[in-house]
């Protein structure tokens, strides 16, 4: 009989069977949600309040009536990786070929995971050092492979390297890196990148470095790519983000690089998530990275100076600032006004203070005991910034 003509009792009831049961909206999504329903002002999600530069945007008009309206190549289109490969040897003094080690993705978050699937397999392990971004984890699960989570070390968000070569074991594939760091804003050092290439030497594992805020390193630092560490590139993928660097997270544009090998094992996966990426998009960032290739250089005074006055403005409050070393995120320590775990202080102040801000302890399996602090995000205008001090003053 066929199917549609049985009786509706004789038909198997249909069973949700979740991959990802623990897992809920991502935090950022709901504090930015809470924000708009609580009319809060929203220094949470690292999200800037300001547009793009007005000619790359103009760059994007030009090519959309130029016609560059279909499909780009798979990989990306040639002339921004070249324009990529260019900036990586400007920025970090290595050449790459932008045609096998350059890819351009749909933001980080496709770059951190086509990468994942791409290298992870069932029963591996990978290395998260904690607090670690929000998507690294649920992808790992979904390869079937297990994390090993290890705690920064406080104050200043350091690798444990005692811990971290305890950690490695025979099933260990990838171990993730976020530098400058989300949400400490640390960064490593030259002596880190050389320690970890000591500790991987005899190993397998393949390094993922999202480095998406690398143009965001303030008080006349550099950031330390793992681009510039010729051992490590060799075995790392390291993911860059366009959204973060031109004020546009709007647009999903990021790229990775990656040696040959890699690059094949992840455009294999790439392809049939999104195939390729925005054409016109592509096409206004190459041209305005040629145009502009001071644009990086710039950028760290801009946000060092929204960070200074950010930081001036929440010395008349009660939270305590914690030094920002790079990224648009600043943390603060709230435990004089109040013991409250994290996330119920933070869903104190959306819901009745108007500020939404982002917990840290969501993103770490343990976080210290009596930790009290907040991520606030400073690429915002003076206006949002004075008035989210100002409603933290009134605490
Ligand atoms: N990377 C952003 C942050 O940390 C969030 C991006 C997102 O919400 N997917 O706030």
Not at 98 to 125: F, K, N, R
Not at 199 to 218: C, G, K, N, Q, W
Not at 324 to 350: G, H, M, N, P
Not at 374 to 379: N, Q
Request: glycine share 4%; charged share 20%; net charge negative.
């Amino acid at each position: 009989m066929p199917l549609s003509n049985q009786p509706i009792s004789r038909v198997a009831p249909f069973v949700m069977r979740s991959r990802l049961p623990a897992v809920g909206t991502t935090l950022f999504t709901v504090m930015s949600q809470a924000a708009i329903e609580y009319q809060a002002v929203n220094v949470g999600q690292g999200v800037p309040d300001f547009n793009p530069p007005t000619r790359l945007l103009d760059c994007v008009t030009e090519h959309l009536h130029r016609g560059h309206n279909q499909y780009a190549p798979m990989s990306g289109v040639v002339a921004l990786r070249e324009a990529i490969a260019a900036k990586i040897e400007r920025c970090y003094l290595r050449q790459v070929s932008a045609q096998e080690e350059v890819t351009i993705t749909c933001g980080g978050t496709e770059a951190i995971a086509s990468s994942i699937q791409a290298l992870v397999h069932p029963g591996d392990e990978v290395i998260l050092l904690d607090p670690a971004y929000d998507s690294y984890q649920p992808i790992v699960a979904l390869c079937g492979a297990g994390v090993r989570r290890l705690p920064l070390l406080r104050p200043r968000f350091s690798i444990d390297w005692q811990r971290l070569k305890e950690a490695i074991t025979p099933r260990t594939r990838l171990l993730i890196v976020n530098t400058p760091h989300n949400p400490s804003g640390a960064c490593l050092s030259a002596a880190d990148l050389d320690q970890l290439a000591e500790i991987l030497r005899p190993t397998s594992i393949v390094v993922l470095a999202d480095e998406v805020y690398e143009h965001m390193v303030f008080d006349g630092r550099t950031h330390v790519s793992v681009n510039g560490h010729a051992e490590l590139a060799a075995r790392s993928i390291v993911v860059s983000s366009f959204g973060k660097t031109y004020h546009a997270t709007g647009w999903k544009i990021g790229y990775c690089v990656a040696p040959a090998e890699l690059t094949l094992e992840l455009r294999k996966v790439h392809q049939f998530v999104t195939f390729s990426i925005a054409t016109p998009l592509q096409y206004a960032l190459a041209d305005f990275m040629t145009e502009h290739p001071q644009w990086e250089s710039e950028l760290p005074n801009f946000y060092q100076a929204k960070r200074d006055y950010f930081n001036s403005l929440l010395a008349s409050t009660r939270v305590v600032a914690i030094p920002s070393a790079a990224t648009y995120f600043q943390l603060v320590d709230y435990s004089s006004i109040s013991d409250e775990k994290d996330t119920a202080f933070a869903l104190r102040l959306v819901k009745h203070h108007g500020i939404a801000t982002i917990p840290i302890s969501p993103f770490s399996e343990e976080s210290p005991v009596g930790e009290r602090i907040l991520r606030l995000c400073f690429a915002k205008s003076d206006t949002a910034l004075l008035l989210a001090a100002e409603r933290l003053a009134a605490l």
